[in-house]
């Protein structure tokens, strides 16, 4: 299964337990050691995006999948591609 909003979103899953996460290939973010390999953008980039502007406060990435949690400065979050993503 795959799942995606272009917006916050609150995810409810039904179903018998245990629930699991398996990230596709493992989840890197940028807490890791090492991340400046995976990332192009670090915490605190101010970066541009067609849905708006905003600094970089976390990044996912798992497999050819890269996102960044970006946030604006009326503390509105969203999720970006890695390629949506330029420097001011």
Do not use: C
């Amino acid at each position: 299964m795959f799942g995606y909003a272009p917006e916050e979103a609150i995810v409810q899953v039904h179903g018998v337990g245990p629930f699991q996460i398996h990230w596709h290939e493992g989840l890197k973010t940028l807490d890791e050691a090492g991340a400046k390999s995976t990332f192009r953008f670090g915490r605190g980039d101010h970066v541009v995006a067609s849905r708006g502007t905003g600094r970089s406060v976390e990044g996912y990435a798992s497999g050819t999948i890269i996102q960044y949690e970006i946030e604006e400065s009326n503390g509105r979050r969203f999720m970006a591609s890695e390629h949506e993503l330029r420097l001011p």
